[in-house]
């Protein structure tokens, strides 16, 4: 923008704050807008920041040349808003920055209209990405709820082992497994660091245990919290004590 240009657009300023402009205004202000073309979105800048109330409605509205700028930069990007480039097969890179370039410059300055819908996500997850989801008990695309309430109205499901009830010790979904020794601290039994092999099979699909095997795993189950349940109960157990009357000698 130089000095007439400039004088020109302090004119356009004045049909909004009746200022009075001068040669050594239109000057500085050629000055500060030196890279900044005099154009339509240059008056168009003006006008939106007239159009904006002040915070304080005592305070005068008095444009300067930073808020041209900003203002004016802020117009044309909202043109290249919904922009993508599509690329030409076999572009160079410099084929490529010369579009790209004479591309966003046509839609920023609005010579040519910019795309008015957002472009949308083609394709799908990859297949890695679907195997680690199958991995962690998720499934591809299932319907997800609308709302957080309709979310919790199905019991909290967990993938592997803790997602299913064990058939050895019991344990409810989302709870270790147990020792099955029950102490003051572990009511229930001790947790174990590793689930026991039959959870495993049952998360992982595998066939059961037959009957037989069911029934001696349960025997075993039951022995161990029997004897439990006794070693618990000595160890709580308060003998009273025996009072044994001595005779005092008599003197």
């Keep these: 923008m130089n000095v007439p240009e400039a004088a020109e ?16 205004a239109a000057i500085a202000w050629a000055s500060a807008l030196h890279d900044v073309p005099f154009d339509t979105d240059a008056k168009a800048a003006v006008a939106s920041y007239y159009t904006t109330p002040p915070q304080n409605p005592n305070e005068r509205l008095w444009i300067l040349p930073h808020h041209v700028r900003t203002l004016r930069t802020k117009i044309r990007n909202q043109r290249l808003e919904n922009f993508q480039y599509e690329p030409q097969p076999d572009e160079t890179i410099a084929e490529y920055l010369g579009r790209l370039r004479g591309q966003v410059k046509a839609i920023a300055s609005g010579r040519i209209a910019g795309p008015s819908g957002q472009p949308m996500l083609s394709g ?3 297949k890695r990405f679907i195997e680690e989801l199958e991995a962690r008990g998720f499934a591809v695309g299932r319907d997800v709820p609308d709302s957080d309430e309709e979310s919790l109205v199905d019991t909290v499901r967990r993938s592997g082992p803790l997602g299913v009830k064990c058939p050895a010790c019991a344990a409810e979904i989302g709870f270790p497994c147990n020792n099955g020794r029950a102490t003051a601290k572990h009511p229930l039994g001790k947790p174990l660091p590793k689930p ?6 049952a998360a992982s699909g595998e066939t059961g245990l037959s009957a037989e095997q069911r029934a001696a ?11 439990a349940l006794e070693r618990l109960e000595a160890e709580q157990a308060i003998h009273d004590a025996e009072i044994v009357d001595e005779e005092v000698p008599r003197g």
């Excluded at 657009?9 to 050594?24: G, I, K, V």
């Excluded at 795993?217 to 004897?227: F, G, L, N, T, Y």
């Design 9 to 24: 657009l302090l004119s356009h300023c004045t049909a909004f704050d009746n200022r009075q402009p001068s040669e050594a």
């Design 196 to 201: 026991h092999t039959a959870r495993s099979r």
């Design 124 to 126: 799908g997850p990859s």
């Design 217 to 227: 795993e349960e025997q075993r189950v039951r022995e161990a919290s029997r004897r």
